[in-house]
């Protein structure tokens, strides 16, 4: 993706070296005059007001990345103006433009029901190894966040390890990397902290992949000190991986068990995750089946991404790209032989085996269809259908389809037909009954020229409506 301007990658990088190149010229004057305490003074001070200006533009650059990603034929003065002057100063920001921001980013200020489903989605991929859990540990700065959920389901939550004690769960969720002041844990830190899990406990780490290469997704997964680690994918954002101190499999019949307790039902009330297959169609597979497909990438440091990632923010191209679901998830199913049955019944160990075969399927074209929109390919259109046919309730469907439903909006209002047309037909399979988008299909198709079909999403509105009356 290319501007036809100085893009704001350029911007950020002039802005950090003029204040750099002031910063040392200040210095460079007092020490001139062997004042050098009051010049190490300036520069550190400068440094630190840097840093702080950093931190709160780092902060934003995710969210000025769905921008970018909106509409490829936008020219720079309409990039310019969303991305640079209302995300990167707030008090310059519209209604339009803070509403979307809050859709399209976890903002803990604003979660929204998509952004609450994958955080309840995480509590539950480190229970689902340990279902007997009566304590956990949050380690990082995003983990107080998870604390409600936790304690709904009945936990005992700890911020901090006291003395010997040992805790069921260690769940970690730090602020990304890429930010200054970023509580990012490396490999040591999760060595001393497993000094603090039970014996069979569960070691949980939320990350946020949004602005990570697959170099640094690497990283990750080589500073995870457990190998018997396991991978779910929510959405797009954030991934969490699980281990077992030990590596025996688990009880179907205790996995199971956990969502008949009235505690987890009123967690996950809203998530459209009822049962066990459900919560499994977010299992992208094994640490052993994943790193393979990164065998042929270099791991990349954290200091590399916190640069690498403001690139990544504003554009992408072969030779540096974002981390995706797609390098991960292939056409074969990953493997769940480390489940087994224990009390259940053998038809419903079965029927459970199969759906939750068939909840990987669907997430399978999910990814294919956010493959082929990126694309701006027409097949799009099938994969979400077929998805949705078998789990309309996938977490990452669903993730995708609130950011579809913006973009359908943004490419509506520039005027970029074709590509609204796409897009609301796309969430017209995924939701038959979303009225508010069959009336924009509706506007956007006879803006094409297409009137037969315009009027025959209009009476599908009118119906819905009536209906719903």
């Not at 920001?93 to 399209?104: C, G, P, Q, R, S």
């Not at 604390?147 to 390890?161: D, T, V, W």
């Not at 505690?263 to 998530?271: K, P, R, V």
Request: glycine share 4%; with cysteine; charged share 25%.
């Amino acid at each position: 993706m290319s501007l036809s301007g100085p893009t704001a990658e350029a911007l950020i990088a002039q802005s950090c070296a003029i204040i750099t190149a002031l910063s040392l010229i200040v210095a460079l004057m007092f020490l001139a005059r062997w004042r050098w305490k009051v010049a190490l003074t300036i520069f550190v001070g400068i440094a630190l007001v840097y840093a702080a200006v950093w931190h709160g533009v780092s902060e934003k650059l995710s969210r000025a990345w769905f921008f970018l990603q909106a509409d490829n034929n936008r020219t720079y003065e309409q990039y310019r103006s969303l991305v640079w002057s209302e995300a990167y100063f707030p008090g310059n920001v519209n209604k339009e433009t803070d509403a979307f921001l809050k859709i399209v980013y976890r903002d803990d200020a604003n979660p929204g029901q998509v952004a609450k489903s994958s955080d309840v989605l995480s509590v539950y991929y480190a229970l689902v190894e340990k279902p007997s859990a009566k304590s956990v540990l949050l380690l990082g700065d995003d983990a107080k966040s998870y604390r409600p959920y936790f304690e709904k389901a009945g936990l005992i939550c700890s911020e901090k390890a006291e003395g010997d004690k040992k805790y069921d769960v260690i769940f970690v969720a730090s602020r990304p990397d890429w930010m200054v002041f970023s509580d990012h844990p490396e490999r040591g830190d999760f060595e001393k902290n497993l000094k603090s899990l039970s014996p069979k406990g569960v070691l949980a780490w939320c990350i946020d992949v949004r602005l990570a290469s697959p170099g640094r997704f690497k990283s990750y997964m080589e500073a995870f000190p457990l190998e018997n680690a396991h991978l779910w994918m929510s959405d797009n954002s954030r991934w969490v991986l699980t281990a077992r101190a030990n590596a025996k499999q688990i009880k179907l019949s205790n996995a199971l068990e956990i969502f008949s307790r009235d505690n987890t039902i009123e967690n996950l009330s809203g998530t459209f995750t009822d049962t066990l297959p459900d919560l499994f169609a977010s299992y992208a597979g094994s640490k052993e089946e994943i790193m393979p497909a990164l065998e042929a990438v270099e791991a990349e440091g954290k200091f590399e991404n916190f640069f690498s990632a403001v690139r990544l923010a504003f554009q992408e191209d072969a030779s540096h790209f974002r981390m995706r679901p797609e390098f991960i998830v292939k056409e074969s199913s990953p493997k769940v032989d480390w489940i087994v049955k224990g009390e259940s019944d053998d038809e419903i160990c079965k029927l459970v085996m199969e759906r939750i075969e068939k909840n990987f399927a669907a997430r399978r074209n999910v990814i294919r269809g956010e493959i082929a929109l990126r694309k701006g390919d027409s097949t799009a259109v099938e994969s979400f259908s077929r998805a949705a046919l078998v789990n309309r309730g996938d977490s990452m469907l669903r993730s995708r389809r609130s950011i579809i439903k913006t973009q359908a909006k943004n490419f509506l209002k520039f005027g970029n037909y074709a590509a609204a047309a796409l897009s609301y037909d796309c969430l017209v399979m995924i939701d038959p009954n979303d009225v508010e988008s069959l009336v924009a299909y509706a506007k956007v198709l006879s803006k094409l020229g297409k009137g037969d079909l315009a009027e025959k999403a209009r009476e599908r509105a009118k119906e819905l409506l009536k209906n719903e009356k």
